[in-house]
């Protein structure tokens, strides 16, 4: 199974930009990079995802390495309820419906008032 | 609309035991796969059902069973618990395909006497 690799923690101050690094040098050409986050007692939640090309949407933004080795998540404004473990995913292209999400431990993201 | 819904949301069970999990996905979704998340650490893959077939299984004992049902919904099964299966056990809910996100549940957790 493709694996990823992040810090363990991450420490942000509120309204400010964070930056949420992910290592996946074992990459293949078909893995998507999947970003989820789990605020305490509650199951995961999508954040976003892309396979080549940097990603925008509501809640973050996917920055993409060109050689697709490394990734990183970008909230462009942290809030309080921004703070949740974060987790970088592979999701290997089995076939056309298979979905097998590998997760790490995860960075957990720490908000400061 | 309704999101994944999970029951029970706690469950209690001796050593020995069987147990049985419910997840209805959200509406449309044909793919739903089961995670194992011990405490303090990240969800396990267990299965994925796509339209009522197995799509992948992770690496777990005979002990963990599954079937998804005409309507999308899914039932997981653990025989002869051992406390070490007392877990938060999560749902998601998607497309089915690693280009797409996944909707996971609240989870059922189990605990194992």
């Given at each position: ?113 | 609309d309704a999101g994944v819904t ?18 209805s996905p959200i509406s449309g979704h ?42 999308y ?20 809910s998607s497309w ?7 909707f ?10």
């Amino acid at each position: 199974d493709a694996k990823t690799t992040q810090p363990n923690s991450m420490e942000s101050n509120e309204e400010e930009p964070v930056h949420l690094p992910c290592n996946h040098s074992t990459i293949s050409g078909t893995d998507y990079i999947h970003w989820y986050r789990q605020l305490p007692s509650q199951g995961p939640e999508y954040v976003i995802h892309g396979l080549t090309s940097n990603v925008n949407n509501r809640m973050a933004s996917l920055a993409i390495a060109e050689d697709r080795k490394s990734s990183t998540l970008i909230l462009h404004r942290a809030t309080l309820r921004d703070a949740a473990v974060y987790y970088c995913i592979l999701a290997a292209r089995v076939d056309n419906y298979g979905q097998n999400f590998v997760f790490g431990p995860g960075t957990r993201l720490s908000v400061l008032p | 609309d309704a999101g994944v819904t999970q029951s029970p949301t706690h469950l209690i069970k001796t050593r020995g035991q069987q147990v049985t999990l419910r997840c209805s996905p959200i509406s449309g979704h044909k793919s739903v796969s089961w995670y194992q998340q011990v405490l303090g650490q990240g969800p396990q893959f267990i299965f994925q059902y796509y339209e009522k077939e197995e799509r992948g299984r992770g690496n777990f004992p005979d002990r963990f069973s599954a079937r998804q049902f005409p309507n999308y919904s899914s039932e997981l099964n653990v025989n002869a618990l051992l406390l070490g299966d007392s877990a938060l056990y999560l749902c998601a809910s998607s497309w089915g395909t690693a280009t797409t996100e996944a909707f996971f549940g609240q989870g059922t957790r189990l605990t194992v006497v």
